[in-house]
């Protein structure tokens, strides 16, 4: 874990470091708020900033969002400046820690950035067979393509063979492709020069830079456009890459690992993705199995949860119930590993008695999980087949812009605002839906946002 610490405070910070560095932190100091700008941009990353209340908190949180740079923040100092802690909470720290600085303070707030759920807990043989073949190849240059149902974990795997590699003492950056718009993307992976577009204001190291020696994953790639993706083949190619606006190569020393929840061969065939740099990540697949074909693995975690949740909201731990484990096998888990962890939280929380038991786990209407998905799933296409003969009827005479205009925001009624989900139901990217969303904005359509709908879903 990278810690950037950006102030003096005397010795007190100097403790702090100490404290984070026993914790196995790689820390970095930075006297003032420009210096700690600087080093960010500089390719020198960090997982976290702390940074004395005295500073100007409000201007590195604007700062770090003008120029993209996603890193959060914790402020500190005395413990007696009430008043500035408030301050710098309201500015957009996510959390203030008191000084003198207390080692079991620095070490939850060191392990909360850290771990991030990200503990690779096995026992099914489905998934063990996967870990050993990621524990082979760990050790190799070899490009890496890790497949997938959302949620299973291909980021936790990622991580995992990072930290079995010889790269293991030096950078894990990871890149969302899909949550980065399209026209930021490129500066966002290889940087820029001062000026090359509008905001530019200083020279920014990407993620390539930033990797170097390290390892870097290209998250949900398939929602990258193809333009991109030539630039990105040539990167992985050559090992260089071309800041935007910069008039040099830049020679970069990275191991690629990245993932996709689609399946790219039908993406090379529809066009969408570049068949040459497919061959060149998919020198190594490792396909995680959803969850449903993992029953042990279902278990394992929901007590590593149940224990993990018990311990972050101050609960007594307690063991899931022989009848609740066997619901907890049975259920489908469409969004598997991080649907099983929101329910074991739940379920911490709902618990009464000495364990947990199917009442804390199912979800909160009051349903049990539904183990009858195929006959639920022809009961639905019949009724969504009437559906479709009476909207086809009314269909004439419409445009096909207004029908698609139609269609996708009902759809995003549907899932209450949600793009993410909208976007696999309408079948297509996530950018490509913002897209169309932004579209309707501009000609004065309500757009729900996330968590609304333009009318009350059923």
């Known amino acids: 874990m990278r810690l950037l610490i950006v102030g003096i405070l005397g010795g007190q910070l100097t403790t702090a470091t100490r404290m984070a560095m026993d914790k196995g932190a790689s820390v970095i100091h930075a006297d003032t708020v420009e210096t700690a700008l600087r080093t960010l941009r500089s390719g020198r990353g960090a997982d976290l900033v ?10 590195l949180i604007s700062a770090l969002e003008a120029e993209r740079i996603h890193v959060p923040v914790v402020a500190c100092g005395t413990a007696t400046d009430a008043k500035a802690a408030v301050a710098a909470i309201r ?14 303070l620095i070490a939850a707030v060191i392990a909360a950035v850290a771990a991030d759920g990200r503990d690779l807990i096995v026992r099914d043989e489905a998934m063990l067979s996967v870990v050993r073949l990621a524990d082979q190849v760990a050790a190799s240059e070899a490009s890496i393509l890790i497949t997938g149902e959302s949620g299973t974990g291909k980021e936790v795997l990622a991580r995992h063979v990072h930290k079995k590699s010889a790269r293991a003492d030096k950078p894990f950056v990871s890149v969302n492709c899909a949550a980065i718009p399209e ?19 200083a020279r920014r190291i990407g993620k390539f830079e930033e990797a170097t020696g390290g390892t870097l ?38 191991r690629i690992i990245a993932t996709s929840n689609r399946n790219l061969a039908d993406a090379v065939r529809e066009g969408l993705f570049r068949e040459d740099l497919l061959y060149r990540l998919n020198v190594v697949n490792l396909k995680i199995p959803p969850l449903r ?37 049975s259920a489908r888990w469409p969004g598997n590993v991080r649907e099983l962890e929101n329910t074991l939280h739940r379920a911490v929380l709902l618990a009464n008695g000495p364990d947990i038991g199917v009442e804390a786990i199912r979800s909160p209407d009051g349903m049990r999980f539904d183990t009858r998905i195929e006959s639920r799933r022809e009961d639905a296409a019949a ?21 698609e205009r139609d269609l996708i925001l009902d759809t995003l009624d549907h899932c209450l605002g949600n793009r993410t ?7 297509i990217s996530i950018r490509t839906l913002r897209n169309k969303l932004n579209e309707y904005s501009a000609d004065g359509i309500d757009v729900p946002e996330p968590g609304t709908a333009r009318t009350a879903v059923a």
């Open 91 to 104: 500015a957009g720290a996510k959390e203030y820690i008191p000084l003198p600085p207390d080692a079991e």
């Open 50 to 59: 702390m940074i004395d209340v005295a500073l100007s908190i409000g201007g």
């Open 421 to 427: 989900h909208a976007a696999r139901i309408l079948g």
């Open 217 to 254: 994953l290209l998250d949900e790639i398939s929602e990258m456009d193809v333009r991109l993706q030539a630039k990105l083949l040539r990167a992985i190619q050559e090992r260089v890459i071309d800041r935007v606006g910069g008039g040099k190569p830049v020679p970069v020393d990275i």
């Open 293 to 329: 074909e993992r029953p042990a693995d279902v278990v394992a975690l929901a007590e590593h949860f149940a224990r993990k949740y018990a311990e972050v909201n101050g609960v007594p731990v307690r063991q899931i119930a022989a009848d609740a484990k066997r619901e907890l096998i």
């Open 183 to 201: 026209n930021l993307l490129e500066s966002e992976l290889f940087g820029h020069e001062k000026g090359a577009f509008t905001g530019a204001v």
């Open 383 to 403: 009724r969504a087949a009437q559906t479709a003969e009476a909207v086809t009827r009314a269909l004439v005479g419409r445009t096909v812009a207004d029908v």
